[in-house]
């Protein structure tokens, strides 16, 4: 499929700055563009009667033109043309907003395909600018395309057109081979890239899409067991099995959960081998994963191994630092905090004792991925919320690790004690994203999942109420006395400025209440808009309870422990999910007082009230995540990129479950066979794999 590696340009009708518009697509050469899949299908292929057409939905109808289009002009000078249509059912309306060749495009008398968004009322219903298409020309199912400015979908339909050609033109090699292809009853590439983007009919799409979706799920899944693989074919830096975390428990304020203790026997069990762990600890907000990591690092001490924590921001790396200091200060550990914002002196001070080994825990932003900083003996990573590192960056910190045995080499076996110059340290992934049971181990392929169900003991549970937007000045009332008893609350906004949407932005809200309800009173503004160093600073202020009242978009979902912030409101909920609702109502509750979370929405369909209420029902973050699935669908769930995996373009986790398991079963056995995909039958498998993972920074030789 080299011709398919060509540079757009040298498609027809593609010049230079019609490549610089598909390159804002993320498309530059003609592979690219055949794997940009249309984002949905205008279908001509089953018109619908007028009379049975609902209003408020998009539909194909085919009717015959009743009289001549009438052209009138608004004072504004905005055209305005309507065409009376029909069918044996009922009267439609057409009508065209400012476009001067609308009076062309339908001839009295004449029957036509229109495609569009019908309007009006059940008895005089109308179609905006609909797509016209002569009776005589169905075009079947038309694929609809993201668009871009200076791009219309038409205009992508077109240059597809031309791929699909140079295409045909030469021998296409299908990455899946034969045999597989057949086993799982899959048609072949080229027949499945044409059907997808101009479908013959709906059969034609349905077996063009099973065969796209099982290729990208396989490369996914491959590429999951090749970084498994290579896992296994490192060296890590053992501990001693059996230890003894007694003394560990004793020192702490409160007794660990079961789930805790569940998890840190099975990251120990994991660190007694001779192959790195590589372990995700996934648990609901204010589960104590922290608590699980320090355990662990205890056990890295005891055998000899510093450990290094990764956050994503300065403020969580402080707060990591500070709560670890206090639950390893009785197990004799020395923590220090390495980030971009310390002095020269201090940043020379911290490197110096990590390399020396006098500090046994670094914790810090990626400021621990400089190259000048080095350890003595680094066994254990942690990075903090996996989403927001790559596997890229994770690697990167993991290089760092250690040499030599961890402990006396008398107590180890022998395969360790000859060891390797650079052994890899052990992984511990700590995520607060609940990813529902029956996905966990097909989306984290590559990890071990221990799962904290369990929250500590004494924690409240939080107060959840779902009101409409006419209670706000009640709601503002209530925040106002709140911060007054020296309490702190977040007003979470779906906008940072407003627009046409009437959504609430956070930019003007925060301006309105620092001007009314609460003036006299601090209030922030956080937003993903503003520079790192300034978001840090007003992070800073409300941790510390310099700000008192905190306005912001949904930036604070992952942020820093404020035990004294007891109130959520979230404006527009109904525009968020039920899992990224959770994870902000998680920005409270983590004091003494009752905490409340106001869900706000005058949304009045039935399905979005009962997701909504959803959450006022439970505080279960795995039920929440599996019912937000099951209501919203896994593109609003997932998002385009999902817990550091690759960007998936066609293939749907939850939609596409069937064919996943399908793919996780080819994959086991091709793996099984080939376990680094080296055969050369499998050269076009390592191909995609290769290209799938790319955008990760993740290559297979």
């Known amino acids: 499929m080299e011709e398919l590696a060509r540079d757009m340009q040298t498609l027809r009708g593609i010049g230079p700055k019609r490549a610089a518009l598909f390159a804002k697509l993320r498309v530059r050469t003609v592979r690219d563009l055949l794997h940009t899949y249309p984002r949905g299908y205008e279908d001509f292929t089953t018109p619908v009667p007028i009379a049975q057409v609902q209003l408020g939905e998009v539909c194909c109808v085919r009717v015959v033109v009743m ?171 053992r501990c001693l099995p059996a230890y003894d975390f007694t003394p560990f428990f004793a020192s702490l304020p409160y007794a660990p959960t079961n789930a805790q203790r569940r998890a ?181 392929g590559d990890l071990d999942v221990s799962v904290l169900d369990e929250l500590p003991a004494g924690r409240r549970p939080i107060k959840t109420y779902l009101v409409g937007s006419k209670m706000h000045t009640r709601i503002y009332r209530f925040l106002r006395a709140q911060l007054e008893q020296g309490l702190q609350a977040y007003v979470v906004c779906p906008l940072v400025e407003s627009d046409e949407s009437g959504l609430a932005a956070a930019v003007q809200l925060r301006e309105k209440l620092a001007a009314s309800t609460f003036a006299g009173m601090p209030v922030g503004l956080l937003h993903g808009k503003m520079p790192p160093r300034e978001k840090e600073q007003v992070m800073r202020a409300f941790a510390s309870g310099e700000c008192k009242l905190l306005v912001s978009t949904t930036v604070i979902e992952v942020g820093v422990d404020v035990p004294n912030a007891t109130v959520m409101v979230v404006e527009n909920a109904e525009r968020f999910g039920l899992s990224q609702l959770h994870q902000l109502r998680g920005r409270v509750g983590r004091g003494a007082a009752q905490s409340h979370c106001i869900l706000i929405s005058d949304a009045e369909d039935t399905l979005t009230r009962k997701r909504l209420q959803t959450l006022c029902k439970t505080t279960d973050g795995f039920a929440i995540a599996e019912q937000d699935l099951k209501l919203r669908g896994p593109g609003d769930f997932f998002g385009k990129r999902q817990h550091g995996l690759p960007a998936l373009t066609i293939a749907d986790l939850i939609g596409d479950m069937n064919i996943l398991r399908e793919a996780c079963r080819a994959a086991d056995t091709l793996l099984q066979k080939d376990p680094a995909l080296s055969r050369s039958e499998h050269a076009g498998l390592r191909k995609a794999v290769n290209a799938l993972f790319a955008d990760s920074g993740i290559v297979f030789n």
Do not use: W
């Open 264 to 444: 840190i026997a099975q990251a120990s069990a994991d660190m007694e081998c001779a192959v790195p762990m590589n372990r995700l600890i996934e648990g609901d907000v204010g589960s104590g994963k922290t608590l699980v990591a320090a355990a662990l690092c205890v056990l890295a001490h005891a055998n000899g191994l510093q450990a290094a924590l990764m956050a994503p921001t300065e403020i969580l790396a402080s707060q990591h630092a500070q709560n670890l200091k206090k639950l390893l200060a009785p197990s004799g550990l020395q923590v220090g905090l390495l980030t971009g914002g310390l002095p020269a002196t201090k940043k020379k001070e911290i490197k110096a004792a990590l390399a020396d080994g006098s500090v046994h825990l670094a914790v810090g932003t990626h400021a621990l991925l400089q190259r000048d900083v080095t350890f003595h003996r680094l066994g254990l990573v942690i990075t903090d919320e996996q989403h927001r590192f790559g596997v890229a960056q994770r690697a990167a910190l993991a290089a760092k690790g250690g040499s030599g045995p961890a402990v006396d080499s008398d107590t180890l076996p022998e395969t360790q004690t000859t060891g390797t110059a650079q052994s890899a340290p052990h992984m511990l992934i700590m995520s607060a994203t609940p990813i529902p049971r029956t996905l966990s181990l097909m989306v984290y």
């Open 67 to 237: 009289a001549p289009a009438q052209v009138t002009q608004a004072r504004s000078g905005m055209l305005l043309c309507k065409v009376r249509t029909a069918d044996d059912s009922g009267i439609l309306e057409v009508v065209f907003f400012n476009n001067k060749y609308a009076a062309d495009l339908l001839k009295e008398g004449m029957p036509y395909f229109l495609y569009g968004h019908v309007s009006g009322t059940a008895f005089k219903k109308t179609m905006t600018a609909p797509e016209c298409v002569p009776a005589d020309r169905n075009p079947g199912l038309r694929p609809v395309y993201a668009a871009t400015a200076g791009l219309s979908s038409r205009a992508v339909a077109d240059a597809v057109r031309e791929a699909l050609h140079l295409m045909e033109a030469h021998a296409v090699s299908d990455p899946v081979p034969n045999d597989l292809r057949a086993e799982h009853h899959l048609c072949p590439v080229d027949y499945a890239l044409q059907n997808i983007h101009f479908p013959k009919d709906t059969q034609a799409l349905t077996a063009a899409r099973r065969r796209l979706v099982f290729g990208e799920l396989l490369a996914l899944l491959l590429g999951m067991g090749l970084l498994r693989h290579r896992q296994t074919g490192n060296n890590a830096l």
